[in-house]
């Protein structure tokens, strides 16, 4: 199907009570427009990042009680899983819409990726868009402004990356919701594509 956009209903999905009637909900709603996505954006990042990108649409399988606050689709160049890998997301929390590149702690390279960052640290700071922001945790809504974050900010992530067991790094843009609902389907796209290029850096060094 044709991506036609997400609505104030979808991010109120993350409101509804109970394990059953919210999975319902977002396998109903939100599922058929990230599938879409992943249609989409499939595509366009396997050209980008020169590597053949594999869609994974998150399933939240091994839930028995706690509903998903967030969902997403994800983005990696293994048919078989994404979070052991550097990824690229876009998914939903009830507040925002998020367009992330990633490694999260299931990673067994992020030594390596954190040591390639810091190699880089120069190019990343003055490249990554000030209004892009970074997060440690995949797990938790928030996440801090590039243009909030000094070099040494940015140096000590990139270590903590190589150095934490538990630890995690995301880089991307966060759209409030009223914004993404403003924004309708064509101009989302552009905005989605437009990041994903800004982040092809990252992707590159890991």
């Known amino acids: 199907m044709d991506f036609t956009g997400f609505t104030h209903d979808d991010f109120d999905v993350f409101t509804i009570d109970g394990l059953d009637a919210r999975m319902d909900a977002i396998k109903g709603k939100i599922r058929p427009k ?26 939240h399988a091994r839930r028995t009680v706690n509903p998903p606050k967030d969902t997403w689709v994800a983005f990696a160049n293994n048919p078989r899983g994404y979070k052991m890998l550097p990824h690229f997301q876009i998914g939903l929390w009830e507040t925002h819409l ?29 490249k990554i868009p000030g209004r892009f922001s970074w997060s440690s945790d995949h797990t938790k809504p928030g996440a801090v402004k590039h ?38 389907p064509s101009l989302l796209l552009k905005e989605i594509d437009n990041v994903f290029r800004k982040l092809l850096p990252l992707y590159k060094l890991s």
């Open 147 to 184: 243009s909030e974050l000094s070099k040494e900010d940015l140096a000590a992530l990139f270590k903590r990356l190589k150095t934490v067991k538990k630890a995690e790094i995301l880089c991307g843009l966060q759209i409030d919701r009223d914004e993404v609902v403003k924004m309708g």
């Open 98 to 126: 998020f367009i992330w590149f990633a490694v999260i702690y299931e990673s067994p390279q992020k030594e390596k990726i954190g040591e390639a960052f810091e190699k880089h640290i120069d190019s990343l700071y003055s």
């Open 34 to 59: 990230l599938e879409s996505l992943g249609d989409t954006f499939g595509p366009v990042l396997s050209v980008m990042a020169g590597d053949e990108m594999f869609v994974h649409v998150a399933k």
